[in-house]
């Protein structure tokens, strides 16, 4: 909906409201004495005011509304081309997860240096994947967004940010990525754990850019 278009509508309709209450007035007010008359156009008065009081209200917020998904399509255009990018990264960082716990899960069988070594090389790439980096910022890249986005799609936006506090939790606390810690649990249930994990946050983030794709073409 058009911004003006849409204010200008309303507008519209409420006056063609308030002139067919003048047209009721005056109807009515030709059935009774001029007493009974200026009782009528007082409370008349009272109920215009009221009404022009809430045509204000009601003006205002579908305005700060419309006013609120422009700056939201603003914003969704710069953050849209990013989302594809942020969902590579994140199907890497998921697979370099699972390339390290098989590694650790054939270590367990057979242990050796070298295999060691490349397991820690593999665990520092990890630290240093930029998704990483998205998990430690995320609510701060995204604030404006979170910010402006309306109350009826913040679900969306709350389901990310658990999923990326997730993966915090499943790093710094359970320290999935530390091979002398990861090496004395259950690797299959662990490698379930991050898969699980992939795909909700890989799902919430589909969902996630579809809605900034509809703000991105919200017509103000």
Known sequence: MNIYRGLN???LKLSCILIILIIVFFTISKLFSDSNVSLI???MGIASTIFAALIAVYIFQE???QKRLEALSHNSKERIPEIPNLSLELTTFSSL???????????KNS?????????QKLSEKLYDHPFLTLIMSFDSYFHEIKELILEDDKKLYEDLSKDMKSYKHLIFKDKV???N???NRNISDLI???????????DDLLKFYNRLIDYKNFNY
């Open 9 to 11: 509508e309303r507008i």
């Open 41 to 43: 156009k007082d409370l």
């Open 63 to 65: 305005w700060t509304v």
């Open 97 to 107: 997860i699972d390339d390290l716990l098989n590694r650790i899960e054939i270590y």
């Open 111 to 119: 242990p050796n240096s070298i295999a060691f070594d490349n397991m």
């Open 177 to 179: 990525l530390d091979v």
């Open 181 to 183: 810690i990861s090496a």
């Open 192 to 202: 379930e754990k991050t898969n699980s994990l992939h795909k909700k946050t890989y």
